[in-house]
């Protein structure tokens, strides 16, 4: 936990001095520990500042809008607070607007890629669950080095590494120049880009855990990135009472008595009624997809959903 106070450096910066005294006198030794002006972190030990690192990304609360305008080439990482008292499901608004980039979430020891966009639905075939999907518009995407002719992704086996890039941390409102990553590979199984730009995208991630810290990366591949990240507090999921299922056939789940609770991460639904692009879950977590097929739902008359193999609705209408 961070303590805030006002101490005495025996130099112009914290970079360039070798003692931190305080906070009260000014005149003593400060205890050995960790000291930041907000941009790099020193060690104290023994009364003697050790040598200078990188402050690590600062927490971000969920619920607040985080993103990068006219972004330089970089890895952007932020670590979202979403707190330990409530479980349930993350839901993580991702809008990229035009320069496609990747995204990576890791949260209680586990990778999440997987995105269904309002426009375009789910996004993620084929794409290994530990890397980034890049994602974005193909007409906006940058190429390996200009004038060369050849696109960012897909790359053309065998793919030849990026250079190394800089790090920015997210240190609310800001982005701190945080040194530079290793070289960074991205394979064609990555390619998440399309034609048409997917608009706002939907992550559902478990929270079934006390686990409070979510580490993101937007891995920002060209120059003049821009996006908009919203990760939201976690809760409860949705719920859609169906009253008829059938794996093959609207019809047969029109006629089907089968009742069954399922669960939304909504991306053009509403918490009362799904919509195209919705996952759907058997619990309120978001941790079991529900089983392809057709659902037969009641609003207001007997309608019906299905579901694909990806966990998404695909087709809808009324019975």
């Known amino acids: 936990m961070a303590t805030f106070g006002t101490y005495t450096i ?3 910066d914290l970079l360039s001095s070798t003692v931190v005294f305080g ?12 000291y930041s002006d907000g941009t790099t972190v020193r060690q104290q030990i023994s009364g003697v500042l050790q040598a200078v690192e990188a402050c690590p990304a600062c927490s971000s609360e969920c619920d607040i809008p985080v993103e990068a305008t006219n972004g ?9 607070d979403v707190g ?16 496609p ?19 375009l639905g789910y996004m993620n075939t084929g794409i290994a669950a530990n890397l980034p999907i890049y994602v974005g518009k193909t007409s906006d995407l940058c190429e390996t080095s200009p004038g060369s002719g050849v696109p960012m992704v897909p790359c053309v086996g065998p793919c030849t590494p990026l250079a190394a890039l800089p ?11 945080s040194g530079t990553t290793g070289a960074v590979t991205i394979l064609a199984t990555q390619d998440g880009i399309t034609a048409t730009a997917p608009e706002t995208m939907v992550m559902i991630i478990p929270k079934n855990s006390v686990t409070s810290s979510m580490d993101i990366t937007i891995y920002g591949i060209c120059d003049d990135t821009a996006w908009q990240l ?4 976690p809760g409860v999921l949705p719920s859609t009472a169906t009253t008829g299922f059938d794996a093959a056939s609207f019809a047969n789940a029109c006629a089907d008595a089968t009742a069954l609770t399922v669960y939304r991460g909504k991306v053009n639904g509403t918490d009362a009624l799904p919509d195209y692009f919705d996952w759907v879950y058997t619990d309120n977590q978001g941790v079991t997809p529900a089983t392809a ?13 299905e579901v694909s193999s990806d966990g998404v609705i695909v087709g809808m209408g009324t019975c």
């Open 84 to 99: 330990t008292a409530t479980t349930g499901a993350i839901r993580v608004r991702f809008l990229v607007y035009a320069v």
């Open 10 to 12: 025996n130099g112009p």
């Open 293 to 305: 097929g057709f659902y037969k739902y009641v609003d207001g008359v007997n309608k019906w959903f």
């Open 101 to 119: 980039d990747g995204i990576l979430v890791e949260y209680n020891g586990n990778f999440y890629n997987k995105l269904s966009s309002e426009v």
């Open 230 to 233: 919203i990760v939201e507090c």
């Open 72 to 80: 330089n080439v970089g890895l952007y990482k932020m670590t979202v």
């Open 23 to 34: 906070p009260s006198p000014a005149t003593t030794v400060a205890p050995d520990g960790l």
């Open 167 to 177: 790090i920015y941390n997210y240190n609310s409102p800001s982005w701190v120049d």
